[in-house]
């Protein structure tokens, strides 16, 4: 499938980002460990274990979101090596709960009683995968859009793995 290109970024009027939206060291970093504070909230919630931080995958994406950034494009990476989720927003103060809370609420769209793949749901169905045990986050900025990857090791969305990898919901 080619790539969604993007309609240009308006030149209309300047937009300023608001605080938390500026592109400096200090807001991408709360930026990303509010991303990953996110994603184990929502894997405890499923009795999934806790993600931890790999460096090499955080560098994997950061160089993703950059390139989508610099291309003004919404593509997953081709041939993927780890499972990988993508976000774009159009809003300058996008905090780093709100791709996380996005790719969630594809539950919806997920038939526990006959787990499977659903491309509806494949976001979803990466952040909680219980085997993937490491993610990395990366965040790029431009005028007022905000693009985020994040890649999961091992990659989840596996055929013929989806009921032992993609649990309920605890009570």
């Given amino acids: 499938m080619p790539p969604r290109k993007l309609p240009p970024i308006p030149k209309t009027h300047e937009r300023t980002p608001g ?3 500026q592109d400096t060291p200090a807001n991408n970093e709360k930026f990303l460990k509010d991303v990953f504070n996110t994603t184990n ?12 931080i790999n460096n ?3 560098k994997h994406a ?35 709960d709100l791709p996380v809370d996005m790719w969630y609420r ?14 509806t749901a494949g976001h979803f169905t ?3 995968w219980k085997a993937s045990t490491e993610m990395g986050s990366g965040v790029a900025r431009k005028a007022d859009r ?3 990857v994040c890649n999961y090791n091992p990659p989840g969305n596996v055929v013929g793995q989806f009921k032992e990898n993609v649990p309920r919901k605890l009570e």
Avoid at 41 to 52: F, Q
Avoid at 71 to 88: A, T
Avoid at 107 to 116: E, L, R
């Fill in 19 to 21: 605080p938390l939206g």
């Fill in 41 to 52: 909230k929502y894997r405890k919630m499923h009795g999934c274990p806790e993600l931890k």
């Fill in 56 to 58: 090499e995958l955080n």
């Fill in 62 to 96: 950061q160089q993703w979101a950059n390139h989508l950034r610099d291309k003004n494009i919404m593509e997953h990476r081709p041939n993927p090596k780890y499972g990988e989720n993508i976000f774009l927003s159009g809003g300058m103060d996008v905090t780093g």
């Fill in 106 to 119: 594809e539950i919806n769209a997920f038939n526990f009683n006959k787990p499977d793949f659903a491309p």
């Fill in 126 to 128: 990466q952040l909680i």
């Fill in 146 to 148: 905000t693009w985020v």
